[in-house]
T-cell receptor, first 112, second 115 residues
Framework: SQQGEEDPQALSIQEGENATMNCSYKTSINNLQWYRQNSGRGLVHLILIRSNEREKHSGRLRVTLDTSKKSSSLLITASRAADTASYFCATIQNNAGNMLTFGGGTRLMVKP | DAGVIQSPRHEVTEMGQEVTLRCKPISGHNSLFWYRQTMMRGLELLIYFNNNVPIDDSGMPEDRFSAKMPNASFSTLKIQPSEPRDSAVYFC?????????????FGDGTRLSIL
């Protein structure tokens, strides 16, 4: 079963708008990571947030983590057509070594 | 720098045939992961290795699947005999095992079609 569930499953926005994707998980975690997957390609790591962190930034990306609600959000500001991809959250659970458990992903389309 | 290299990129074969997927991790990485991605089940971890040793193979669907890592720079995932339901994209990923706050680096996958 999947640890993380993304919401929404699909999102379509205009270039320049912000995109927000949410992720919920079920068990206690060591860290949570976000990945991007372009069509026909492998996943690319975007950002990692540790369980004792609440917010992290990387360029146009902003990630928040609320461990009390077991949820995270990924915000992409000033979106570009090149941001069109699927976005996945993944967690490392406290009792699972360095195994990542992925959610089902959000398909983001940014229209030029 | 070379990333994770997988071969072949595409494989089409008839059911019952043996399929071997190959992966070369990033040099210096000592964790290697095999995943399967389908529309129905999403991204599933099949097996992972630390320092060439299999740590967790609970995601391997059946005895028809086997994985080896004979050295730090090469791993194979074998399906024998293959079935149509094995059709999927198979990804290999590698990372450093130091600590647990390490990202995984993915190859571009092998798209497998079993007819």
């Amino acid at each position: 079963s999947q640890q993380g569930e993304e919401d929404p499953q699909a999102l379509s926005i205009q270039e320049g708008e912000n995109a927000t994707m949410n992720c919920s998980y079920k068990t206690s975690i060591n860290n949570l990571q976000w990945y991007r997957q372009n069509s026909g390609r492998g996943l690319v790591h975007l950002i990692l947030i540790r369980s004792n962190e609440r917010e992290k930034h990387s360029g146009r990306l902003r990630v928040t983590l609320d461990t009390s609600k077991k949820s995270s959000s990924l915000l992409i500001t000033a979106s570009r057509a090149a941001d069109t991809a699927s976005y996945f959250c993944a967690t490392i659970q406290n009792n699972a070594g360095n195994m990542l458990t992925f959610g089902g992903g959000t398909r983001l389309m940014v229209k030029p | 720098d070379a990333g994770v290299i997988q071969s072949p990129r595409h494989e089409v074969t008839e059911m019952g045939q043996e399929v071997t997927l190959r992966c070369k991790p990033i040099s210096g990485h000592n964790s290697l992961f095999w995943y399967r991605q389908t529309m129905m089940r999403g991204l599933e971890l099949l097996i992972y290795f630390n320092n060439n040793v299999p740590i967790d193979d609970s995601g391997m669907p059946e005895d028809r699947f086997s994985a080896k890592m004979p050295n730090a720079s090469f791993s194979t995932l074998k399906i024998q005999p293959s079935e149509p339901r094995d059709s999927a994209v198979y990804f290999c990923a590698s990372s450093l095992v130091v600590g647990r706050n390490q990202p995984q680096h993915f190859g571009d996958g092998t798209r497998l079609s079993i007819l």
